[in-house]
Structures are given as C-alpha cells and as structure tokens.
C-alpha cells in the first residue's frame, strides 16, 4: 500500500510564505508526475502545480513567480513553496503522484489535505 503525508498547512498572514511537504512511503518502485491541487469553498478543484520525474514543472498562472513546486526524488518528497501568499490561497491543498508500485502497478495516489489560510 502506498501513501501520502503531508504537512505545513496553516495560518499566515497576507504577504507571508508557508511551505507544504508531502512524503511518499510504501511499495514504490518509481514516482512519476507529482503535483499539488487546491479547492477553495464554492470553487473546483485546480491544479495549482507539478512536476514530473525529470524535474519539469508547469503552474497555475495565479500562482506564478509566488510558488515554487520541487521534489527530493531520494526520499519521495514532493514540495510547494509558497511566497506572497494573498487571501484568495485560501484552500484546503492536496497533493498527488502517479506512481509504479513494486508490483509494476501504475496508480495515482492523493493526500489527506491540508489547509492553508491566508488572512490578517
């Protein structure tokens, strides 16, 4: 079984940075695409980044040049830096990886989430 922890959700102010982690442990073989989802009350949910297992990253053009995606392939690691935060990052944030099992399974594992909130 695989799973996916995450951390670092909480409180700041606008303006503040706050930085998620997301670990995956269990039967891998190999992570491939890993990204970080949001939703908001009264909204959908949104890819707000990923990253792929090479290093490539694409962004949700509200989140550009403010977030930062990164991940630490060594220990499964998945990251989202988080700088200039606005009130309207408010969400309860996800995070996802599509991954080969040690079965050579492909499957596409979510976080419990964690939520973020931006206010002063």
């Known amino acids: 079984q695989v799973q996916l922890v995450e951390s670092g959700g909480g409180l700041v102010q606008p303006g503040g940075s706050l930085r998620l982690s997301c670990a995956a442990s269990?039967?891998?073989?190999?992570?491939?695409?890993m990204g970080w989802y949001r939703q908001a009350p009264g909204k959908q949910r949104e890819l707000v980044a990923a990253?792929?297992?090479?290093?490539?990253?694409n962004y949700a053009d509200s989140v550009k040049g403010r977030f930062t995606i990164h991940r630490n392939n060594a220990n499964n690691t998945v990251y989202l830096q988080m700088n200039s935060l606005k009130p309207e990052d408010t969400a309860v944030y996800a995070c996802n990886a599509a991954l080969l099992t040690t079965m050579r399974r492909y499957v596409k594992v979510w976080g419990q989430g964690t939520l973020v909130t931006v206010s002063s």
């Open positions: 269990g039967s891998i073989f190999s992570i491939n695409d």
């Open positions: 990253i792929t297992s090479g290093g490539s990253t």
